[in-house]
């Protein structure tokens, strides 16, 4: 168990868990300093009270290889559809086509409660065109997606209508989280927390994939992204603060 990190401080028991997995999966050690960014993530989810809200996250940066950081830090692992080695950075995740490659994450969109439920990615290279980042169901009833169309980021949960703002295409955090049948709110770019006044529907069948929505027009994402949850209800600002800390502990550990 990789327990220690200098001194008298300790990894977070999950998050110990987590780097023995993701050591295991790289086939060598991470070093101290990342070691410290994840257990100081999963620590602090659990202050901010969203840890358990987490179903599904892979964490796609800080492993030294793409087997590491497909290793899931919460639920089941994803499966990866076409991607490579050279598709991975360490610091910057992983970068989609825009065509054939995508992760299937293993978690139904029906998995979590029609009226608790979050989706969340974290952008990491501006993507261009139309596409989807990570969802289950296109325009039907009860999907949930994040869609990427010009300037405009719009969001699906459990609803056949879209909620969204403008927003640039930049590296940032983008999400949304239902806890309500009438609205749910949602983050763009690490801008402010906003509401958006859809109803829900019945939950979409059908598993949630990342770098594309899983639907008869999936709409693959040729962006980066370095990190990925799926799972009910929880404070997005909340989440957007830790994954920004996380991303930014991340790039100042690895040489």
């Known amino acids: 168990m990789s327990w220690t990190i200098t001194g008298e401080q300790k990894l977070d028991p999950d998050a110990a868990v987590y780097i023995d997995r993701v050591e295991a999966a790289d086939g060598q050690s991470l070093e101290e300093g990342v070691k410290l960014a994840y257990s100081t993530f999963v620590s602090g989810c659990k202050t901010d009270g969203i840890w358990d809200a987490i179903k599904a996250s892979c964490i796609l940066a800080g492993a030294r290889t793409l087997d590491g950081a497909l290793v899931p830090l919460v639920g089941s692992a994803p499966t990866n559809v076409n991607f490579v080695s050279g598709d991975y950075n360490r610091e910057t995740g992983l970068v989609g086509d825009a065509s054939t490659k995508y992760l299937d994450s293993n978690r139904n969109n029906n998995a979590d409660p029609q009226n608790s439920k979050h989706v969340f990615c974290r952008v990491m290279e501006t993507p261009s065109g139309t596409m989807a980042v990570m969802g289950a169901g296109g325009n039907d009833n009860g999907s949930s997606n ?74 693959n994402a040729n962006a980066r992204l370095s990190f990925y949850s799926i799972g009910e209800s929880l404070d997005l600002a909340l989440l957007d603060a830790r994954v920004t800390t996380l991303m930014s502990d991340l790039a100042a550990a690895i040489p």
């Open 146 to 219: 994040i869609t990427f169309v010009s300037s405009l980021a719009t969001y699906r949960v459990n609803s056949s209508l879209t909620g969204g703002s403008n927003t640039l295409h930049s590296l940032g955090n983008f999400g949304a989280s239902r806890s309500s049948s009438l609205e749910f709110t949602y983050i763009s770019n690490n801008e402010t927390v906003a509401n958006a006044s859809q109803s829900s529907d019945a939950p979409y069948n059908g598993s949630i994939h990342v770098f594309r929505r899983n639907a008869s027009s999936p709409l």
